[in-house]
């Protein structure tokens, strides 16, 4: 059995079973990210911390 993993990252936390609850993509960058390290508008920790929030 291969056991499907994936790390996030930004917070370099690995992951492994529900990943499609757990794995979210950045807006920005489009890297994959886990649910903790994207913010309600989809960016990655690292791309909210680039680029001020703005309308
Ligand atoms: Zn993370
Ligand atoms: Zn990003």
């Known amino acids: 059995m291969e056991d499907v993993q ?3 990252a930004a917070c370099d ?3 492994e ?3 499609k609850d757990v794995m979210t993509e950045c807006r920005v960058c489009g ?3 886990c649910k903790d390290c ?3 508008h989809g960016q ?4 909210a911390d680039r680029k001020p ?3």
């Open 53 to 55: 929030a703005k309308k």
């Open 13 to 15: 936390k690995s992951y």
């Open 44 to 47: 990655c920790v690292e791309c």
């Open 6 to 8: 994936f790390v996030c």
């Open 31 to 33: 890297r994959i990210h």
């Open 38 to 40: 994207v913010d309600e």
């Open 17 to 19: 079973g529900n990943l």
